[in-house]
């Protein structure tokens, strides 16, 4: 991500809001459950490292930001 495109998102709290939910998926999906299809691409972005618990959800890390 460029550093206009930080800058751009860090002085504006909406589009900032709409990039973060942009990155959430409703329910808990599993990586074996998204890995039936081989490797998980989402927007562009490969899934790098699959089923991180965290105290509000599963996580996915995923190889890039994406931009709505």
Not at 59 to 66: A, D, R, T
């Given at each position: 991500?460029?550093?206009?495109?930080?800058?751009?998102?860090?002085?504006?709290?909406?589009?900032?809001?709409?990039?973060?939910?942009?990155?959430?998926v409703?329910?808990?999906?599993?990586?074996?459950?998204?890995?039936?299809?081989?490797?998980?691409?989402?927007?562009?972005?490969?899934?790098?490292?699959?089923?991180?618990?965290?105290?509000?959800?599963l996580?996915?890390?995923?190889?890039?930001?994406?931009?709505?």
């Open positions: 991500m460029s550093k206009t495109t930080l800058a751009s998102l860090a002085g504006n709290n909406a589009k900032l809001h709409a990039v973060l939910l942009y990155h959430v409703k329910g808990k999906v599993t990586a074996a459950q998204a890995m039936k299809c081989d490797r998980v691409i989402v927007g562009g972005a490969a899934v790098v490292k699959a089923n991180v618990i965290a105290s509000n959800g996580i996915h890390v995923i190889s890039k930001v994406l931009i709505p």
